[in-house]
């Protein structure tokens, strides 16, 4: 029952911008955390950004901290990754993932995620 479908994916130059878009259904949106993660190829997942159900806290890895916007509007049930000033090691699968409760923390876990949506940044 729970959906989580990406898109906004494609192929962008380096120093371009892409914004990915997560469409949930299946659960009251509204009342839980949520991640973008991804995976490069060959490499295993990496958590990218984190944001609480309320959308007022806000996380993100270090490596696209200053890069990446993450946000949600939960009358639309929907989450949002802005990419900006994207590198080659930026390429991956972005996947978006439903916490298990409303805030990020160490003790979170991941209980459901969407198909993916790749991302290349290419010259």
């Known amino acids: 029952e729970v959906q989580l479908v990406e898109s906004g994916g494609g192929l962008v130059q380096p120093g371009g911008s892409l914004r990915l878009s997560c469409a949930a259904s299946g659960f009251i949106f509204s009342s839980y955390a949520m991640s973008w993660v991804r995976q490069a190829p060959g490499k295993g997942l990496e958590w990218v950004s984190g944001i609480n159900s309320g959308g007022g806290s806000i996380s993100y890895a270090d490596s696209v901290k200053g890069r990446f916007t993450i946000s949600r509007d939960n009358a639309k049930n929907t989450l949002y990754l802005q990419m900006n000033s994207l590198k080659p090691e930026d390429t991956a699968v972005y996947y978006c993932?439903?916490?298990?409760?409303?805030?990020?923390?160490?003790?979170?876990?991941?209980?459901?995620w969407g198909q993916g949506t790749q991302v290349t940044v290419s010259s």
């Open positions: 993932a439903k916490l298990n409760g409303w805030v990020v923390t160490y003790e979170s876990t991941y209980d459901y």
